[in-house]
């Protein structure tokens, strides 16, 4: 199992930009695909953006293309998620993933993430 834990979370206005970091801990986190996934409320958890375990391939929902940048510092067991641009509707509760059972395939469906933080709340105001 890895452990992880979210931070960089706030209230921003809409425009401004926001870095989240997922802090990993247990099993060798560069072994592991990582996703970042946000959910609304009301709303049903959406994959935001994913990094393969090198960093070497990524993806983003279409939503956050050009303005959200994930990466990973494996030295650091650590992935980021670097958010410009922000928009009231990116307005969640935002969540990193762990899949055990992929490095190089980046998974965009939630179920097929195995280890997941507590989330960090973004907040952004028209």
């Known amino acids: 199992q890895v452990q992880l834990v979210e931070s960089g979370g706030g209230l921003v206005q809409a425009g401004d930009s926001l870095r989240l970091s997922c802090a990993a801990s247990?099993?060798?986190?560069?072994?592991?695909?990582m996703g970042w996934f946000r959910q609304a409320p009301g709303k049903e958890r959406e994959f935001v953006a994913g990094?393969?375990?090198?960093?070497?391939?990524?993806n983003y929902a279409d939503s956050v293309k050009g303005r959200f940048t994930i990466s990973r510092d494996n030295a650091k067991n650590t992935v980021y998620l670097q958010m410009n641009s922000l928009k009231p509707e990116d307005t969640a509760v935002y969540y990193c993933?762990?899949?055990?059972?992929?490095?190089?395939?980046?998974?965009?469906?939630?179920?097929?993430?195995?280890?997941w933080g507590q989330g960090t709340q973004v907040t952004v105001s028209s």
């Open positions: 247990g099993r060798t986190f560069s072994n592991y695909a």
């Open positions: 990094i393969s375990w090198t960093g070497g391939r990524t």
């Open positions: 993933a762990a899949d055990r059972n992929h490095r190089v395939v980046v998974t965009t469906a939630s179920h097929g993430y195995d280890d």
